[in-house]
Nanobody, 126 residues
Framework: EVQLVESGGGLVQAGGSLRLSCATT????????IGWFRQAPGKEREGVSC????????YYEDSVKGRFTISSDNAKNTVYLQMNSLKPEDTAVYYC???????????????????WGKGTLVTVSS
């Protein structure tokens, strides 16, 4: 059974940093695309950043480029999202997701993935 468990959310001031973690079980880590999505109140869910280790594919949504970094630790089957220079508009519930399809990483990040975690709340105060 695929399981994704997010952690690391919280309250931070604008300009601050947070690191989100997504602990995964139940699948071969390298073969899946894994990503971070977010949904702010009243807005649609959007793909923030995604990665697939088997082909090195990565994707970043334009508004987070240069501020967020996605990485993975194979030994721990964990994906991280380092978020720096946070802005109030980054406030959202952040979800970890995974997908085994071979589609390009950007497409999976844009259209959504198959397996989802329950989310962790990130609040950035101004």
């Amino acid at each position: 059974e695929v399981q994704l468990v997010e952690s690391g959310g919280g309250l931070v001031q604008a300009g601050g940093s947070l690191r989100l973690s997504c602990a995964t079980t139940g699948f071969t880590f390298d073969d899946y695309a894994i990503g971070w999505f977010r949904q702010a109140p009243g807005k649609e869910r959007e793909g923030v950043s995604c990665i697939r280790r088997s082909d090195g594919g990565t994707y970043y949504e334009d508004s987070v480029k240069g501020r967020f970094t996605i990485s993975s630790d194979n030994a721990k089957n964990t994906v991280y999202l380092q978020m720096n220079s946070l802005k109030p508009e980054d406030t959202a519930v952040y979800y970890c997701a995974a997908d085994s399809r071979g589609s390009q990483v950007w497409a999976l990040c844009y259209y959504g993935m198959h397996y989802w975690g329950k989310g962790t709340l990130v609040t950035v105060s101004s």
